[in-house]
């Protein structure tokens, strides 16, 4: 069966970059129409989706965090790094990684981030 | 980008009683060659990730209960649950997959 963990620092500093780890498992990202999805959600709000990439690397982001954010995959280690520089307190959030099959179907449990100083 | 709007914000129904949400897109999401409407609707229960319940607008997920279903096409969109259970209070949510940036409403917060 398709499981996702999302997983990265609980904490970090205001400007420093944020790395995001999927570690996924029940598919591969080398097999055509498969993709993994970046979401994040603030406390109380509607999740945001954040990125997209493919099995082809075909990636989508954002268009208001586009300049910040790069995703990539280790298809070797089933894994989906997304990377966003200069962070702010306004990220917060819990970000979640979701497996883009039947529209988002398998979701990871969440990795909560603060951006303090 | 397409714009997602979910109605009521917030609902209480009795048990046994039916819910319905509404979702509408600024734009059509049907895409025609398929004839699928690229919308999905999800429930979220506090502390845990979004959970799938119905794509391409009517299909329901494995798993769901079918008192879960979801109809409209185009811009227009409604899930209903047919006899509300106590586990359904939740937060539910639309989202479109049409185009990026795969936006979601705003939400609807179902209470007893």
């Known amino acids: 069966q398709i499981t996702l963990k999302d997983s990265g620092p609980t904490l970090v500093k205001p400007t420093q970059t944020l790395t995001l780890t999927c570690a996924f498992s029940g598919f591969s990202l080398t097999t055509p129409g498969e993709g993994v999805g970046w979401f994040r959600q603030a406390p109380g709000k509607a999740p945001e989706w954040l990125a997209l990439i493919y099995w082809d690397d075909d990636n989508r982001y954002s268009p208001s965090l586009k300049n910040r954010l790069t995703v990539s995959k280790d298809n070797s280690k089933n894994r989906v790094i997304l990377r966003m520089t200069n962070v702010d307190p306004l990220d917060t959030a819990t970000y979640y990684c979701?497996?883009?099959?039947?529209?988002?179907?398998?979701w990871g449990q969440g990795a909560l981030v603060t951006v303090s100083s | 980008d397409i714009v997602m709007t979910q109605s009521p914000d917030s609902l209480a129904v009795s048990l046994g009683e039916r819910a319905t949400i509404n979702c509408k897109s600024s734009h059509s999401i049907l895409y025609r060659s398929n004839n699928h409407d690229y919308l999905a609707w999800y429930q979220q229960k506090p502390g845990h990730p979004p959970k799938l319940l119905i794509y391409?607008?009517?299909t329901r997920e494995s798993g769901v209960p079918d008192r879960f279903s979801g109809s409209g096409s185009g811009t227009d969109f409604t899930l209903t649950i047919s006899s509300l259970q106590a586990e359904d209070v939740a937060v539910y949510y639309c989202?479109?997959?049409?185009?990026?940036?795969?936006?979601f409403g705003q939400g609807t917060r179902l209470e007893i």
């Open positions: 979701a497996h883009a099959g039947n529209s988002y179907d398998h």
């Open positions: 391409w607008a009517s």
């Open positions: 989202q479109q997959y049409y185009s990026s940036p795969h936006n």
